[in-house]
């Protein structure tokens, strides 16, 4: 048989186990041109937790009676085209499916000289690009510039700081344990750290950034950006990549933004990756090159079991996770 996990009730507030429920279906069988692929690895995402809503979005909504899905990492178990082999390891968006059809032209061979094949659901994936792009597009950091981090321990935010670093910041990162924020200092190098459940946000965020903020790379929104904006310079500029504070409180409501960037003359732009589809491979050398030289490095939150698919994502909206969260779902078949 061939589990998959459906939505089978949106939700209004945060997702729980009474939203999804494991179905178990009949393993499918490839035709002409197609490949069977068993998952070995799934990328959960707070970008998820949108799709769950029947709302109008830059991505269709999962319907309901239908599996999720997301980035996983698969095995070709049996193939019936000639551009694909069992035994290759490939990225793609798949069902949260035990096992799943697909065609060349919807997936990506892995290349593990690169790095261990997870490296492509994380900082040589979706995460990795984003914080690249974010940053360096719309950021248009400058090296003695302040560049503050929201989300910074997260897949997308650690690569930021780093990156932050290797052009040259004064990089400030706010987390919200203790765990996290030594992470961000004692092993990414990050300048400033804020652990926002237990400090004063005004007050720390004006004592790590005495000459304001240049770059603000955001990936939560609510209280923490509401702090944040006062501290703008001049010219500053916002990656709006996020708002995980938001995204389980219908209506959410908080103070004014505009009189901020009015008198910053800031630049704020909220962005998705796919905005930069056509410069993928801009920045997969950019980020591949880095990581090879060591100036990045990368940390990921593992579970195991299919079943634990919901819960890894449902840690989300908690804060469980340091830098990836995956979901290991087995080993591949040449192990």
Known sequence: MNREIQLIKRPEAAPSHEHLKVVETEQPE???????????YVSVDPYMRG????????????????????????????????????GDIVTA?????????VKADSVRKVDPSLGPVTTSLGILGMPGLTAYFGLMDIGQPQKGETLVVSGAAGAVGSTVVQIGKIV????????????????????LGVDEVINYKKENMADALA??????????????????????????????????????????????????????????????????????????NEGFNYLSKWLKEGKLTYEETVQEGFETIPDAFF????????GKQLVKVSEPSSN
């Open 315 to 322: 840690g989300l909206f908690e804060g469980k996770n340091i």
């Open 30 to 40: 490839p035709r002409q041109g197609e490949a069977l692929v068993k998952l070995l």
């Open 168 to 187: 040259g910041c004064h990089v400030v990162g706010i987390a919200g344990s203790d765990e996290k924020t030594s992470y961000l200092m004692n092993e």
């Open 207 to 280: 004592n790590a950034c005495p000459d304001g903020v240049d770059v603000y790379f955001d990936n939560v929104g609510g209280d923490i950006s509401d702090r944040v904006y006062p501290l703008l310079n001049k010219y500053a500029r916002i990656a709006q990549c996020g708002a995980i504070a938001s995204y389980n409180v219908p209506n959410d409501q908080g103070p004014r933004m505009q009189m901020h960037l009015i008198k910053s003359s800031a630049l704020i732009k909220g962005f998705t990756v796919g905005d930069y589809q056509t410069r993928f």
């Open 51 to 86: 799709r769950m809503s029947d709302a109008e979005s830059y991505i269709a909504p999962f319907q309901l009676n239908e599996p999720m899905e997301g980035g996983v990492v698969a095995e070709v178990v049996q193939s019936k085209d000639d551009s694909l082999n069992q």
């Open 93 to 101: 968006m798949l069902p949260w499916r035990e096992y799943a059809l």
